[in-house]
């Protein structure tokens, strides 16, 4: 089993002469400047951090920060208005003892805001430990407002307060972490206490759901950065500082790790809970308040319950992203090239990649992209699709690295191993009734080898190249079955749906005489491409009656219109259980490049992107670099993506008025109540899920 482990890993790309280094950098050029990604960046740093209070608080105006008008008529009517500008120790110790027999919303409300401008000011003049007393006061008194006032603006949320609460709760927790950041306190499982002039805070930091026990070495925080190369950045608005989590020494210990690309960021949100105990601290005799700060998931758990009250977390899960593509040690460009130009030294990169854990209850979606590409290249899609609860809520999004400068055939049969690999690792009792769902979203060369997961061989690839039976093939046992693998083959039962996007089906004018000689001149195959077909050619001689087909050695020859196995991927029996849905771009025949290209995307034309057995077809106005980045194409996958969930229910409901179907109503693996189809055959019962394909056993292999 191959288990990737270098998504971002450099690797030495082309050790040939000078000469050709010179094509090499012509066509570098030449893809660099039609795909914008050769010096892509995708988050900056902030001049300083975002702060929604930076208006209502006058933060960075020259005689701020200021209170709010309301709250100083607050302390008006309280004849504290002096503190309003100054004295703050004084005015919270006095609004304190208020609050002690009168904890209205209103005293509440006005001591967080003071406590928080106080917080700030001390922050700003390096005083760290004043800093972090008025921030926990503040975060605190917020929390009371917000969650334990019995009147007033706490379960009102018209009032402009009740948001502006959220915020100086949001800001004052952050000022907090970061303070305690900067002592190098900010770590799993310690408690640190905290000693304001009328309270004591004990705290404690842990994280909860699918990343618990996991060790983070670093957080950062998500209002430092900007998004620049993601289009649109997701957020959700509610309680809590979302973060950007590191795992960089210690891989986190959580299912499906092994998937995982090295260096991985996260994003958690940082929740503060307020606990009151009648406990005093017997040092200061003041009241202990307990905080729990609790590191969420967001896409896990995107809110949380207190007090009977469903509260939705402060989420940002575009920024955590875009750091994860900026700490990488390579570009996209650069990973593309390499699986390209040299595909052989891509072989130990090539896999299955997840930014995620694995949850046996979400159906995966596997995006595997094109000719001169990497799995980069679906972040913007998946940055959107992810961003919809209906979608993350039912499936995962998995990625294929394959080195895109062999033949596509190749590619798929390696695509093969590594999903049967995969399920043998995951889930080798085949329980998880979710990966039985699969979808596959393929672009370009993509979608080809997505399609070959979904077809029989039977005996036609074999025919291309040879009339003699299969097993009179003379040679070693690894080059024999190397090419036995690449030609006989059965669709995989797990795959339900396979989208291709800008795929030529019936191949791409692109590979034409020019571009095909330049790749046999640039493109290095893999010794175990090249030896294993002249070795066999060696061996049986006068056995192959076509060698062309062995003979083509690069992808752009795959791809050319005259390719014999293009045809027969078209005409090959195909699994029942999977529908083919196509989206096609098309260039805007407005333009001069559209007059040009005519009725194509620029690279493949729509006679050869359409599938006439697809059920949907959606052609949109993009060329073929763009096509599944373009809004309109994303819209249409999680139309796709709705449409499958839409069916699995209805295919479950069905298996429940069937006698011959058992429901499981209790399902360790997936509950009922999830969308997915749940169940269970009763004894010599064929699924209806997998209706056998075979009028005879599948070809010998």
Not at 65 to 91: C, F, N, W
Not at 131 to 139: N, P
Not at 266 to 285: C, I, R, W, Y
């Amino acid at each position: 089993m191959i288990h990737p482990k270098h998504w971002f890993m450099p690797a030495s790309i082309w050790r040939g002469s000078r000469g050709e280094s010179k094509w090499i950098v012509v066509l570098i050029l030449g893809v660099a400047m039609t795909s914008g990604c050769a010096t892509q960046k995708w988050a900056s740093v902030r001049k300083s951090p975002s702060n929604p209070l930076e208006g209502p608080l006058q933060l960075m105006s020259h005689s701020g920060p200021k209170v709010t008008d309301r709250t100083r008529q607050s302390l008006r009517v309280l004849g504290m208005e002096k503190y309003a500008d100054g004295s703050y120790e004084k005015g919270l110790a006095e609004l304190a003892e208020i609050i002690e027999t009168e904890p209205t919303a209103e005293n509440l409300y006005t001591f967080a805001e003071l406590s928080y401008i106080a917080a700030t000011r001390a922050d700003a003049m390096g005083k760290n430990a004043t800093a972090l007393e008025l921030y926990a006061g503040s975060v605190s008194h917020a929390y009371y407002f917000l969650f334990e006032c019995k009147e007033g603006v706490a379960a009102d949320g018209y009032d402009p307060r009740f948001r502006q609460a959220c915020d100086i709760y949001n800001k004052s927790l952050e000022g907090s972490l970061r303070l305690v950041k900067a002592q190098g306190r900010l770590k799993q499982g310690e408690t640190y206490r905290i000693k304001t002039p009328n309270h004591v805070f004990h705290v404690s930091l842990d994280t909860v759901g699918r990343w618990k026990d996991t060790e983070f070495q670093d957080f950062k925080f998500t209002s430092d950065y900007q998004v620049e190369g993601l289009k649109n950045q997701h957020r959700q608005y509610g309680l809590g500082v979302p973060l950007i989590a590191e795992c960089k020494d210690h891989p986190p210990e959580a299912p499906g790790a092994d998937y995982f690309p090295p260096n991985l960021t996260f994003a958690l949100t940082a929740f503060l809970q307020v606990e009151h105990t009648p406990q005093v601290d017997p040092e200061t005799n003041k009241k202990i308040h307990y905080c729990k700060i609790l590191l969420y998931d967001p896409l896990e758990q995107p809110e949380i319950a207190i007090h009977s009250r469903t509260i939705p977390l402060e989420a940002d899960i575009s920024t955590p992203l875009a750091y994860l593509l900026d700490s990488g040690k390579v570009s996209q460009t650069y990973l593309a090239t390499l699986g390209m130009l040299t595909p052989g030294e891509q072989q130990e990169q090539r896999g299955i990649y997840m930014l995620e854990p694995y949850d046996p209850k979400k159906i995966p979606v596997m995006m595997v992209h094109g000719l001169w590409s990497s799995p980069m290249t679906w972040l913007e899609m998946f940055n959107d699709l992810r961003a919809q609860p209906e979608i993350r809520e039912n499936y995962q999004f998995w990625f294929y690295l394959y080195p895109t400068g062999q033949p596509f055939w190749i590619s798929a049969a390696q695509f093969r191993s590594d999903l049967n690999a995969m399920r043998a690792d995951l889930d080798p009792q085949h329980s998880a009734i979710a990966l039985d769902q699969m979808v596959l979203v393929g672009h370009s060369m993509g979608g080809l080898v997505s399609r070959m997961q979904t077809i029989e061989s039977q005996n036609d690839f074999w025919n291309l190249i040879s009339d003699q039976p299969p097993n009179l093939l003379k040679g070693s046992p690894e080059d024999t079955e190397a090419l036995k693998n690449v030609l006989f083959f059965e669709p995989n039962t797990s795959v339900r749906r396979v989208i291709t996007m800008g795929t030529p089906h019936r191949g791409s004018d692109f590979a034409n005489s020019t571009t095909r000689w330049l790749g046999k001149n640039l493109i290095a195959l893999p010794s175990f491409v090249t030896g294993s077909s002249n070795r066999l050619i060696a061996e049986n001689p006068g056995f192959f009656r076509n060698r062309d087909l062995l003979e083509i050695s690069t992808s752009v020859d795959s791809l050319a219109p005259d390719s014999p196995v293009l045809p027969e991927i078209l005409d090959a029996p195909k699994a029942p259980w999977v529908k083919y849905h196509t989206v096609i771009g098309v260039v805007d025949q407005d333009t001069w490049f559209g007059y040009f290209s005519g009725r194509s995307d620029g690279v493949v034309k729509y006679e050869s992107a359409h599938l006439d057995e697809a059920v949907s077809e959606k052609v949109v106005t993009a060329d073929h670099n763009t096509v599944h980045r373009n809004p309109q194409s994303v819209i249409e996958v999680r139309r796709i993506l709705r449409e499958h969930v839409q069916q699995l229910r209805q295919e479950y409901y069905s298996s429940l008025q069937q006698p011959a179907i058992e429901p499981i109503l209790q399902d360790p693996v997936m509950p009922a109540s999830h969308l997915a189809p749940v169940e269970r055959l009763a004894p010599q019962q064929t699924n209806p899920l997998r209706p056998s394909i075979y009028t005879t056993p599948p070809s010998p292999n």
